[in-house]
């Protein structure tokens, strides 16, 4: 249904140009802890100083905790920024499901895909009257 909103792939394509963004800065500082963790093995090999040794652990631990409240902070980042972005077609969607839903009088109205029912009669299903009143709205 909502490929059905005009303007609407043009802000999936916002939404991946945005996810590509945090995607390849998650990717640089994954880097940086896989080339830690490699040093550590090769200072290891080395038999290296305990000091040297402790430093590289120690920074290991200092890139994994940066790599992991980037992932925190990026994904609820790019949460607001679908939510931002979605919201308007969102509200408009369940506009058309109320609409339509009280001109038919029905009470609910379920996403067969969300809530798994063991049948459904086809005549039940409002999702092209939902698409059409969608089409409808400016």
Do not use: C, H
């Not at 500082?29 to 830690?36: D, E, I, R």
């Not at 969102?90 to 067969?112: F, G, H, N, S």
Request: aromatic residues 10%.
């Amino acid at each position: 249904v909502m490929a059905s909103f005009p303007g609407i792939a043009k802000v999936d394509s916002l939404s991946q140009k945005e996810l590509s963004k945090y995607n390849d800065e998650f990717a640089d500082k994954q880097k940086k802890v896989q080339l830690q963790q490699q040093e550590i093995e090769r200072l290891g090999k080395a038999n290296t100083q305990p000091e040297q040794m402790t430093w590289a652990q120690t920074q290991l631990k200092t890139y994994q905790k940066e790599l992991q409240e980037y992932q925190e902070k990026a994904n609820k980042l790019y949460s607001d920024y679908r939510v931002l972005m979605y919201k308007p077609y969102v509200d408009k969607l369940y506009k058309a499901i109320k609409t339509v839903a009280d001109k038919k009088k029905y009470m609910q109205v379920l996403d067969i895909e969300q809530t798994p029912l063991m049948y459904t009669n086809p005549a039940a299903d409002i999702t092209q009257a939902v698409i059409d009143e969608v089409k409808t709205y400016k």
